[in-house]
Structure formats: C-alpha cells, structure tokens
C-alpha cells in the first residue's frame, strides 16, 4: 500500500471527525478546507490515472487554502491590527497568485513560487497566533484547541516550504529528477500525516472542552 494512502486515510478520518464540532467556527473553517483538501486529491489521483497533468488543481486549492486557513488563524489572533493585515493579506496573495500563474509559472509545473509564498505568510502568522494564546485563561496550553490547530499548521508549513520552493529546479535537472521525485514523496506524505493528526489532537480537546462545560452546567 502506498504512503499516500495512509495520508488519505488520515485526510478522511480528520474530516469525519471534525463534523461532530461544527458549531465551532474554527473547526467549521476547518472542515471545509479539509473536504476541498480530499476533492482536489481525488481530482489529482484521477487525472494521474489518466496520465494527465494534475497541477493546475493544486494552483487554485493553494489559493483557496491560504484564505481557509488564515480564517482559521484570524479566530486565533486578538490584536486588532494584525487581524486587519491578515484579511488584506487574503486578497492581495490571491492577485499575486494569479499573476505568478499567468506571466512567471505555468500551470502544469508544481506551484512552487505561490506555494513559498503560502508558507512563508502562514508560518508568521502562526507565529503570531501562538504569541496570543492565554496560557492561564483554559487551563494549561497544551489542553486548548487552537493550540494544536496552529501547530498543525505551523508543523507542516515549517516542512514542506523549503523544500516545495526549489522543487522544480530539481526536477529541471536530470541528475535529481528521480531523487527529487521521492523526496517530495517522503517530506510531503510526513508533513500531513503531522498535519491532520495534530489536527485530530486539536479536535479531541475540545471536545475535552465541550464535555467540560457541560458537566459545569448540570451541576
């Protein structure tokens, strides 16, 4: 079986999961994202089938992706400031985007450039979102949701962004094309098997969250 597979499996089961927390905002944001999450792979596993290039899917998911989840993260951040420059940000990395795909990257190569730029806004924003996490207001900081939430993205964008930003010069070159190849495989297929079950981790606290509240309310 493949690695990747294992990566669906995790995919699937967060989502699953995360529908029983929907009356969460962060969790609903989250939800979305991982159901267009498992969409753009099926598309991708389909067109790979097909022997068909598959990038172009994950241009517009990494577009979609970026507002997703800085929405998760403006849940997360109090400074007014920031919040403001965070949603500005969601617009303009959307033009910038689009124009790398028509004039500096074409669609059928990975999108290594808007996918740098991705991790490298949502790395300083998940840096943000910890240094505003009250540590004294929930109980400790590993028992609070967006704790783990921001991890998961933290985690996974501080492992895949290096790499994903000379991806296509390796596999411009004949002598790392193979090597290359099964690097991504690897890195990737770790980064989101850390991504979703430090997810999950998030999930199972607040439903620690949830039973907490309404065992305090029935007494």
Known sequence: MKLTYIYYALLVACFIYSLYFLQDYKVKVLAILLFLSIATEILAEINIYKK????VYYHGFT???????????????RDKLTKIILLISIPVFSIVCALIMIYVQNISESPSISGGLEGTLLIIWCLRAFYDLDPVKHGTIFQQPPFWFIMAFYSYYCIVTPFNCFFNTLQADPHYLALSTKAFAVINNAANYLLYILCMIGLSCLKQVKYTRQSSSSR
């Open 52 to 55: 068909v290039n598959y990038y």
């Open 63 to 77: 577009i979609v992706e970026y507002g997703l989840i800085s929405g998760i993260l403006y849940q997360c951040i």
